[in-house]
């Protein structure tokens, strides 16, 4: 499990998103805030084990599929990297919360987009190449992009 570990900051806010993007978790309100706030929790809960790790093991490389470096996706947890992921998830956590309190009821898509939100900046602190990093980076702009316009009326547009 330990050698998953570097993967999980990206992984449980995908399984969040897709998750709320199911119709149960997509028409309750009440449902929609109870499965982002726990896995908002998760995701900061592995952040802090994930730094713990890295800051008494020293730097983890995990390479998703066993696929090296120029062809499959590689993950580096350096002491820098794990503490922006550890800042973010923290962050994340927060937004929910404070969000949840009722600044989510216009529009069904905040959760998820919040959690593609730190599925793409996760995966641009954590990754080892520039493409992945750039593929990230789009998620993380299409996400950003998105909830600007979330909800909104004729003067945001």
């Known amino acids: 499990m330990i050698q998953h570990l570097a993967s999980l900051p990206i992984l449980i806010p995908m399984l969040a998103a897709i ?29 802090a084990v994930l730094l713990v790790h ?6 983890m490389v995990y390479a998703i599929g066993n696929w090296q470096a120029p062809y ?3 993950l580096v947890a350096d002491l820098l990297s794990v503490l922006l992921v550890a800042l973010t998830s923290f962050l994340a956590l927060a937004v929910v919360l404070y969000s949840s309190v009722g600044d989510d009821e216009k529009g069904s898509f905040f959760h998820p987009l919040v959690h593609f939100l730190v599925l793409g900046v996760n995966g641009a602190f954590l990754t080892g190449d520039l493409f992945n990093l750039f593929v990230f980076f789009e998620v993380l702009l299409i996400a950003s992009y998105s ?9 945001k547009t």
């Open 19 to 47: 998750l709320l993007l199911l119709p149960p978790c997509g028409k309750s309100i009440p449902i929609r805030r109870v499965v982002s706030i726990v896995m908002s929790i998760i995701t900061a809960c592995i952040s």
């Open 72 to 74: 499959g996706i590689v």
């Open 54 to 59: 890295v800051y008494n093991s020293g730097p």
């Open 147 to 155: 909830l600007l316009m979330h909800a909104g009326d004729k003067h």
